[in-house]
């Protein structure tokens, strides 16, 4: 897998699914129509944030709440590249692994970034490196078949490749 | 060593004599539901993953319940969309506008998830299924298109947290109250990746329609499912609908990874407020907050034992002037149940509205959306910022004795005041 090179915005804990993107907006059936929204009911100034910072870092639990799959599309769409987190909610993470966007736990991701950090995150060698601080984090290592997907770059090209599971 | 009712339900499914928690096992799925939000979604990648025929359509059920009867064209047009895909992919188990309700609702009351099955839903609050002793998981779209083609998914064997609820709950306290408090001690994400079982004295008192709060709100705090182990209350359940189900529960050795208890008298009425499950509270303690709005439904709480509960408390009063009261049945079968036991009379000369079982207000998609600023007091199981409609609105959760007693007031009001 590529090196992913970027610099961070940050997010605290508990991030849920109805701040990445409100239930009102899941009636669309066009996902990439969605990015306009993303965030909205978080933080209005989310949008302007991204255009500088495409790598979140997050604490705890991150996209706790409903299973919408509308919120790691939203977020990929929207241009973000990977989210380092503390951990993440169940859900999002199988979503989020299913569609290609790199969700990665480090369990001392809070603490070593602020926003604005150059962050470079090689899965390869289970590392994040933050080039502004001059430190390193570790992320937690991957289980099978969840590295396999993340390397086929989704679930789709995952089954579409082995034909089965 | 023994095993948990999850793993042993995990192992079945993956053809293993056992599983230990953190193994990955690849296991076949008993039924996947699906509904109109992330429905259309699945279906979508099913098409893009190159498969033409959904693994078996027996056990697979698609159920409108999120924004129904749709409120505008895009909605609409989502279930049309479903509709066809149920029609070519000769879906019998579909439960369109006025034959269902909500999903969760429909799964157990209908019989669909079964003692011992895996039942998968592209809907985080599929774990509800657990209160009669499936395995029960919500995933995303992407997953759901996966079990169409395959009828099979990964997952991680869990460890279990075993809660225990002693004594007896009374009302007006009800399960709900109960899983608030557990909800507040355990945290958000306290349970993250595990599973729970509840079990104790308290439990085996409380009919399918209590439990369902329990096993419900599991995933609030970040678990992936909620379990009970079947009972004679379970047994039942199934006999009142000539269905027959095998015996699976927990070993008496089996090893938990902690066990909490509760004592079920020392449970008053609780509340989370604004803007996280986790920030439980004793409704004392929030006493007096007006609200605007009072919210009775949703699949943690739209059941015959909440309506009763609420229309006990209502019955010959008035609801205060400046507040709306929305009660939304869970199903079309608790709607007739209400009607035929007079509940739905007293809730509407109390002055609620009585809409037809949805999602709808609980997430902000129609049939009750919150104004910059409003509040409401709600049955249902989320209260992030924005999560019923304006950014600036707040959402309390508690029990339906809770919000019926607040819908009174005008103000958040413990319930033992209406209560004689």
């Known amino acids: ?23 009102r907006y899941l009636t669309s059936m066009d996902t990439s129509s969605l990015t306009e929204h993303v965030m909205e009911n978080f933080d209005p100034t989310f949008k302007m944030r991204l255009k500088e910072n495409k ?29 380092v987190a503390e951990n993440f909610a169940r859900i999002f993470f199988r979503n989020s692994i299913n569609i290609g966007l790199p ?63 | 060593v023994g095993m948990t009712l999850g793993e042993k339900i995990l192992a079945t499914a993956s053809s293993r004599s056992s599983v230990l928690p953190g193994e990955i096992v690849t296991c076949d ?69 006025g034959r269902g309700g909500i999903a969760h609702q429909i799964l157990v009351q209908e019989g669909l998830a079964k003692p011992g099955s895996i039942v998968v839903g592209a809907d985080s609050h599929t774990c509800t299924a657990g209160a009669v002793g499936a395995l029960a998981v919500g995933v995303g779209s992407t997953e759901a298109a996966a079990i169409l083609g395959t009828g099979k998914m990964w997952f991680k064997v869990p460890s279990t947290i075993r809660i225990e609820v002693t004594g007896e709950v009374k009302e007006p306290i009800t399960s709900k109250d109960v899983i608030l408090e557990v909800i507040g001690r355990i945290g958000a994400s306290g349970a993250l990746y595990k599973a729970v079982e509840f079990s104790g004295e308290a439990v085996s008192k ?74 439980v509270t004793n409704v004392k303690d929030a006493e007096g907050q007006r609200i605007d709005q009072a919210f009775l439904g949703s699949c943690a709480n739209g059941r015959i034992e909440d309506l009763r509960i609420a229309a006990r408390i209502l019955e010959g009063r008035k609801i205060h002037s400046r507040v709306r009261l929305l009660v939304n049945p869970a199903s079309m079968k608790v709607y007739k149940q209400a009607v035929q036991e007079r509940l739905i009379e007293k809730l509407v000369d109390s002055g609620a509205a009585v809409c037809c079982p949805t999602c709808g207000p609980c997430l902000g998609m129609s049939q009750g959306v919150l104004a910059a600023n409003e509040v409401c007091i709600s049955t249902s199981n989320r209260n992030f910022v924005g999560r019923m409609g304006d950014r600036s609105s707040k959402v309390y959760l508690a029990s339906p004795a809770t919000v019926a007693a607040s819908a009174l007031a005008g103000e958040i009001t413990d319930p033992r005041r209406f209560w004689n």
Not at chain 1, 58 to 76: I, M, Q, T, Y
Not at chain 2, 53 to 67: M, T, Y
Not at chain 2, 88 to 96: L, T
Not at chain 2, 239 to 259: F, G, H, I
């Open chain 1, 1 to 23: 897998l590529n090196a992913i090179v970027g610099t961070v915005l940050k997010l605290g804990d508990d991030i849920d699914t109805d701040a990445i993107i409100a239930a």
């Open chain 1, 55 to 83: 790598i979140i870092v997050a604490g705890r639990n991150f996209g706790c709440g409903s299973s919408r799959e509308h919120a790691p599309l939203v977020l990929k769409a929207a241009g973000v590249q990977a989210i």
């Open chain 1, 103 to 165: 969700a990665l736990e480090a369990p001392n991701a809070s603490s070593s970034f602020n926003e604005g950090d150059r962050v470079r995150i090689e899965i390869d060698r289970l590392e994040v490196r933050n080039l502004t601080k001059g430190i390193c984090i570790g992320i937690r290592e991957f289980s099978e078949p969840v590295l396999s997907i993340l390397r086929a770059g989704g679930l789709v090209r995952y089954l579409k490749a082995k034909g089965k599971w």
């Open chain 2, 29 to 97: 799925i008993d039924l996947l539901m699906l509904h109109e939000i992330t429905g259309p979604l699945a279906v979508q990648v099913f098409e893009e993953m190159g498969f033409k025929k959904v693994w078996r359509s027996e056990k697979v059920a698609v159920i409108f319940d999120h924004n129904i009867p749709p409120s505008d064209v895009n909605s609409a047009q989502q279930m049309k969309f479903m509709r066809s895909f149920v029609q070519k992919q000769r879906i019998e188990r579909f439960y369109d506008i």
């Open chain 2, 206 to 279: 409380m009919s399918i329609g209590a439990r369902m709060p329990l096993t419900n709100m599991a995933v609030e705090m970040g678990a992936k499912t909620g379990l009970i182990e079947p009972d004679e209350v379970t047994y039942k359940h199934f006999q009142s609908l000539n269905e027959s189900v095998e015996v699976v529960t927990s070993d008496r050795d089996a090893a938990y990874e902690q066990t909490l208890s509760f004592n079920s008298s020392e449970i008053g009425p609780k509340i989370a407020v604004p803007f996280a499950v986790g920030k």
